[in-house]
């Protein structure tokens, strides 16, 4: 479905990606089951996965575009003499876009393990 879907979307950035990261000019002419598997291989930043998930730029360019306009924000903010401060476009980024980090849970034994799960799932 992967193979499908990536071609149904934008075949010119689906042979980008696959040249770019394989070296393969013609997947065409590979067996249906190889081009799923290097369909499915790509990684999640490739030109056509990040199309597929609507996403319009590159996550590292996001960031250096942020960097960008809060740099921009700041000077802006420093030289008009107000006394709010401008939101920070990173900050929103690692807020809204960047999954946020979870607490990490560790348990001393199996019991211990168990006493919990039983706890978070009601059984």
Same mark, same amino acid.
């Given at each position: !479905? ?38 499915? /291989? ?18 590292? !360019?996001?960031?250096? *575009? ?11 903010? /420093?030289?008009? /003499? ?6 920070? !476009? ?14 990490? *849970?560790?348990?001393?034994? /199996? ?13």
């Amino acid at each position: !479905m992967i193979l499908a879907t990536y071609v149904d979307v934008d075949e010119t950035a689906f042979y980008c990606d696959i040249a770019e990261v394989y070296g393969i000019l013609e997947w065409e002419k590979l067996p249906v089951r190889i081009a799923a598997k290097l369909a499915a /291989g790509l990684p999640p930043d490739s030109r056509i996965a990040l199309k597929v998930a609507g996403i319009k730029t590159r996550p590292p !360019m996001l960031v250096l *575009q942020s960097i960008l306009i809060d740099e921009v924000r700041a000077l802006r903010y /420093g030289l008009s /003499g107000s006394k709010k401060e401008p939101v920070m !476009m990173i900050d929103l980024i690692q807020k809204e876009i960047l999954v946020p980090e979870k607490e990490i *849970q560790t348990f001393k034994s /199996g019991r211990e393990f168990d006493a919990a799960w039983a706890k978070a799932t009601g059984n």
